[in-house]
Each structure stands twice: as C-alpha cells, then as structure tokens.
C-alpha cells in the first residue's frame, strides 16, 4: 500500500481541493464545491486524505447519522438486522479517490478510517450496521469485498453489521 505522506483527518479550509478529479462528476463537485460553513452547520464532516503540507486532498468520504426504514419483505431485509421498522445506523455517501491516486491501497484506507469510526462511535450511539450508498461505478465490488451486503432489490445500498466491521479492523 502506497500511502506515505498522507494523512486522513476532516477537510480544512486551507486544503487543496480544486484539482481533485475522480472521473465521477458528482463525487468531483461534491469535494470542490463543499463550503466549510455548511459542513459544520449540517454536521455531516467530510474526510480528506491529504498529502503534502498543502493539504491536497486526494480522496475522501463523509458519514451521516440516520435513522433508516428497513424493507419489510422477505429476502430485502438485512440479515442479523433487528426487527423494527427503523434503526439507527451510520451512513458512508462518499468515498472518493482522486484518479493519480488509485490502486495504491488509499481507497482501503479510507474505508478502513470510517469503519474505525463507526465503530468507535456505535458503542454510544447503539447503531447496529453501517449502511454504503453505492451510486457509482465499481463501489459495489469495491465493498463486497469487505464484507458489505447489498440489501433491498436492485439497491445500491450496502450494509456490513457493527460486528463485522470490528472484525474487518481486527483483522
């Protein structure tokens, strides 16, 4: 894994963000267009991994806490979900890499970073899962190989239990 000299901590101000390109328009204006005022206001931090001492930012992700309705048919609930008609979980939107930065292991190390998280914080916060919203080419693939289940037909929305995830860390 190629990931000296970066660093994952929450966007700055002063971070490098205008060049970030990962091939998926959204994930690219979501990263350059976010303002630092709306990011603390909504509560939803953004991650950067950042390399260098100008802070550029060369992949991120941000997590969300959300209450979540659970498919009631059979075959599109999550299994070792409880049986209420909504739970508490938290949510990766984003996770992006910045094309000159694929394949060397940073996209692992993001993932690795927001599992360290929710984990960290489901012990106050009684969430039993982390839920993936998979809306772009190669996440999928990308996350089952972690773990992560796809639930609800035709979803683009993963879930991988608390458990697991601690299980994935330790490993």
């Known amino acids: 894994m190629a990931t000296s000299g970066v660093s994952i901590r929450t966007l700055k101000r002063a971070d490098e963000r205008a060049r970030f390109a990962c091939g998926v328009a959204g994930l690219d ?3 350059r267009d ?7 206001r909504i509560r939803e931090p953004i991650f950067v991994a950042a390399a260098g001492e100008k802070g550029r930012v060369v992949g991120y992700y941000n997590i969300k806490r959300l209450m979540v309705r659970l498919p009631r048919q ?3 609930r999550p299994p ?3 049986d209420y008609p909504f ?3 938290v949510i990766i939107q ?5 094309r000159a930065s694929q394949g060397r292991g940073l996209g692992e190390m993001l993932l690795m970073d927001a599992l ?15 839920l993936a919203l998979c809306g772009y080419p190669n996440a999928i693939e990308f996350l089952d190989r972690y773990g992560f289940t796809r639930f609800g037909m035709a979803s683009q929305r993963m879930f991988l239990p608390i ?6 860390l330790a490993a």
């Open 94 to 98: 984003r996770l992006a890499v910045d």
């Open 74 to 76: 059979h075959g599109t």
């Open 163 to 168: 458990a697991t995830a601690a299980e994935v």
């Open 80 to 82: 070792d979900m409880p």
């Open 29 to 31: 204006d979501y990263i």
């Open 87 to 89: 739970v508490k979980t």
């Open 34 to 40: 976010s303002r630092i005022e709306d990011i603390h």
């Open 116 to 130: 360290g998280r929710v984990v960290a914080a489901s012990e106050t916060a009684d969430s039993p899962a982390v």
